[in-house]
């Protein structure tokens, strides 16, 4: 059974910091692709990064957001520097299978497991 619990976020201004934290169970190493999204008020939800055979990032973030993992500790994360006011959303952490991964990391249909959110602010 996999389940997914996001921490981190909170209210910082322009140009801070933020880490966010995926605890992750039932999700070991090479099991599931793992991806970070995000969904602001009215608007759609919207992949941001993602750990498939390697790293990708949505081109609103590049170079200022950097995810990883710690399969040691079963963690994601998500670290996120010089925030910007439109980087404010809830953000949600998510998991597929790999026997079930159709190849778009930044599809949220593609992932079958999800956590419940943790709001980032900036302003």
């Known amino acids: 059974h996999v389940q997914l619990v996001e921490s981190g976020g909170g209210s910082v201004l322009t140009g801070g910091s933020l880490r966010l934290s995926c605890a992750t169970s039932?999700?070991?190493?090479?099991?599931?692709?793992m991806a970070w999204f995000r969904q602001a008020p009215g608007r759609e939800r919207e992949g941001v990064a993602g750990?498939?055979?390697?790293?990708d990032y949505a081109d609103s973030v590049k170079g200022r957001f950097t995810i990883s993992r710690d399969y040691a500790k079963n963690t994601m994360y998500l670290q996120m520097n010089s925030l910007k006011p439109e980087d404010t959303a809830m953000y949600y952490c998510a998991a597929d299978p790999w026997g079930e991964y159709g190849g778009t990391w930044y599809s949220p249909s593609e992932y079958k497991y999800w956590g419940q959110g943790t709001q980032v602010t900036v302003s």
């Open positions: 039932g999700v070991t190493y090479g099991t599931h692709v």
């Open positions: 750990i498939t055979y390697y790293t």
